[in-house]
């Protein structure tokens, strides 16, 4: 059994691994892989994946969720793309390699992007803050977690259109859906293998984009219309999210998992601010509860500290290779008693080398 | 063991099912679904099945191999916007629903389509002959074969710079990928799961688009330099893709598979030919290899022959629902005893009704 603190495409529940792999052999007598879309037992497994997405993010009505492909990358586009108005102009707030992304393709797709807020000059060690959405834009988007950085908003900004990338932290914690046009997340985190992405759009915000270029695959509106069977889903991944909300909702759903999260992330912070071979990277208040980043403050010492977590059978722990350092990332399916044996290989380590 | 002659997502061997599902719950120690990408033991997976794509296939140097999402619906769009010349004008061949959507996205990009040759005169019964393509176009565009029709190009138009979305029979067959600037293809027929999009693209075609429109996403020139890894790719289809044209290459290729192809539609329309209670509904000379369609010639029968084919643990048999019959999809992995099956159902039904 490995420690597996990977970034993603991450862990799910050894249950989940298990009903997924089952599938692959027998599912109604076929194997998942060779189930026509089209058949009613996978429509009821697309049914219930929306359905429990929605109960277990409490999605009020009037929101409709899809599951399509191609990850936050082409949600950057499709998100741009369907929230244009008359403004063509949108808010940004920068806080990292993935709203850079988000930016971009916001560019290229003729939207006026107005960088309002911005950690960049300090390498994303922050989240900015006293944001204030101008009015003539179109929404407002932002990165609710930085995987990289290993920084989180734990308060919202507010707009009128909010529009949030939120793969990195969707299903951890509690949200309200309310307060969003548009949520979108590739499912690699929390929810589901790679293969999958999440979108929750507020049904009125459907069909309104002032863009001119709208291929159909990215239409949000004609995806819901076809409730996310415009064309072939990525059957398996949506499959195995929707074993995995099965499995959420059963073990006390999000408002459960925000609980063990935060516990597992205090006991990790605590160790790096108590040890002194170690350092966090971010700003307190602004550190991620889903990637724990950190270094050694004596950069010598890591091919021994290297050697040591290896050897406790952890895996996934070095950084972002743009950042260097450690990352140890916390998603749903870690158990607090993974985070015991990394704390453990720091105390040792601290107890070695005093 | 049931005989499932279902259009797609679609059989794969039963070997290829079982490693797929063994590596859900162990590949090299993980599960498959939460290794990261760029983890070297993924990263080799994805070298292998770019590399088992070209041996299968004898591309030739000078192409390049991605797995992308999305299927071939978002691929109508990547196409276009990849293959946009001077002209901004490319011709179009139309042969049913899949050729027609390409139509749709390509003049949603700015294309301006030229339909040189259609079938839809006779509800696309046919594959229409005789193609001559504009000198003053970009590039010309089919669709090897009409999954809902049962159409097949047997022999393919000519082109300067010819594109072909090839969903539902590459790797069914041998082609000659130099004649072609980009061939594209959903994986969930004979490649993989559903979830990923072959592309085959010569390489000096990359990077000359006229579109102002390029998503990053969709910039073919991007992904090739990023070894389709620009962000998570489909880490388990393709994983699985690459199972299975291992599999294909220890079974003589795609060389072994046409023959058994040949044999298994021979088998079938000579059944159709010869049977009285059935007719097929395509031109004789355009008939798939892939997907056999045919209907009774009294429809009254129907409940009594869907009854005989169930009993026999055929499954995926009734005709897509846009026109009815039948439709017996032989892709790779269908045995040819699963043909003999169905042939024995039609062939008693004849017996007991005569």
Same mark, same amino acid.
């Given at each position: 059994?490995?420690? +597996?603190?990977?970034?993603?495409?991450?862990?799910?529940?050894?249950?989940?691994?298990?009903?997924?792999?089952?599938?692959?052999?027998?599912?109604?007598?076929? #194997?998942?892989?060779?189930?026509?879309?089209?058949?009613?037992?996978?429509?009821?497994?697309?049914?219930?994946?929306?359905?429990?997405?929605?109960?277990?993010?409490?999605?009020?009505? &009037?929101?409709?969720?899809?599951?399509?492909?191609?990850?936050?990358?082409?949600?950057?586009? =499709?998100?741009?793309?369907?929230?244009?108005?008359?403004?063509?102009?949108?808010?940004?707030?920068?806080?990292?390699?993935?709203?850079?992304?988000?930016?971009?393709?916001?560019?290229?797709?003729?939207?006026?992007?107005?960088?309002?807020?911005?950690?960049?000059?300090?390498?994303? #060690?922050? =989240?900015?803050?006293?944001?204030?959405?101008?009015?003539?834009?179109?929404?407002?988007?932002?990165?609710?977690? +930085?995987?990289?950085?290993?920084?989180?908003?734990?308060?919202?900004?507010?707009?009128?259109?909010?529009?949030?990338?939120?793969?990195?932290?969707?299903?951890?914690?509690?949200?309200?859906?309310?307060?969003?046009?548009?949520?979108?997340? &590739?499912?690699?985190?929390?929810?589901?293998?790679?293969?999958?992405?999440?979108?929750?759009?507020?049904?009125?915000?459907?069909?309104?984009?002032?863009?001119?270029?709208?291929?159909?695959?990215?239409?949000?509106?004609?995806?819901?219309?076809?409730?996310?069977?415009?064309?072939?889903?990525?059957?398996?991944?949506?499959?195995?999210?929707?074993?995995?909300?099965?499995?959420?909702?059963?073990?006390?759903?999000?408002?459960?998992?925000?609980?063990?999260?935060?516990?597992?992330?205090?006991?990790?912070?605590?160790?790096?601010?108590?040890?002194?071979?170690?350092?966090?990277?971010?700003?307190?208040?602004?550190?991620?509860?889903? +990637?724990?980043?950190?270094?050694?403050?004596?950069?010598?010492?890591?091919?021994?500290?290297?050697? +040591?977590?290896?050897?406790?059978?952890?895996?996934?722990?070095?950084?972002?290779?743009?950042?260097?350092?450690?990352?140890?990332?916390?998603?749903?399916?870690?158990?607090?008693?993974?985070?015991?044996?990394?704390?453990?290989?720091?105390?040792?380590?601290?107890?070695?080398?005093?």
């Amino acid at each position: 059994m490995k420690h +597996n603190f990977g970034a993603g495409p991450c862990i799910l529940p050894q249950a989940v691994f298990k009903q997924a792999s089952e599938a692959v052999l027998d599912f109604n007598g076929l #194997s998942i892989l060779e189930v026509s879309h089209r058949h009613k037992d996978f429509v009821a497994v697309m049914d219930e994946a929306i359905d429990l997405t929605k109960k277990v993010l409490g999605v009020p009505d &009037g929101y409709s969720v899809l599951f399509l492909q191609g990850g936050a990358t082409l949600g950057f586009t =499709i998100t741009a793309l369907n929230m244009m108005r008359e403004h063509k102009r949108a808010a940004y707030i920068n806080t990292g390699t993935w709203s850079s992304g988000a930016i971009r393709e916001a560019g290229k797709v003729g939207i006026e992007v107005l960088e309002i807020a911005s950690s960049q000059d300090r390498n994303f #060690s922050y =989240i900015p803050k006293g944001i204030v959405c101008p009015d003539d834009v179109d929404y407002l988007h932002f990165t609710s977690n +930085n995987t990289i950085a290993g920084t989180q908003f734990h308060d919202f900004p507010k707009a009128k259109h909010l529009v949030c990338d939120m793969s990195s932290d969707i299903f951890s914690k509690e949200i309200n859906v309310a307060d969003f046009d548009l949520i979108y997340a &590739g499912a690699q985190k929390n929810l589901g293998p790679a293969g999958a992405t999440l979108y929750i759009v507020k049904d009125e915000v459907l069909g309104k984009s002032t863009s001119q270029f709208m291929p159909t695959y990215m239409d949000l509106k004609k995806q819901a219309d076809k409730g996310s069977m415009l064309n072939t889903p990525p059957v398996f991944s949506v499959y195995t999210a929707m074993l995995n909300l099965k499995d959420l909702q059963a073990h006390g759903g999000v408002k459960e998992k925000q609980k063990q999260n935060d516990a597992k992330a205090a006991l990790l912070y605590q160790e790096i601010d108590s040890n002194p071979l170690f350092e966090g990277t971010v700003a307190k208040e602004d550190r991620s509860k889903m +990637n724990v980043t950190f270094k050694l403050t004596d950069e010598s010492l890591k091919e021994e500290f290297d050697k +040591n977590w290896k050897s406790a059978d952890i895996v996934g722990l070095p950084g972002h290779r743009s950042v260097g350092g450690y990352r140890a990332s916390l998603y749903n399916a870690l158990e607090i008693d993974s985070v015991r044996v990394l704390v453990e290989v720091m105390k040792e380590f601290a107890r070695v080398k005093a």
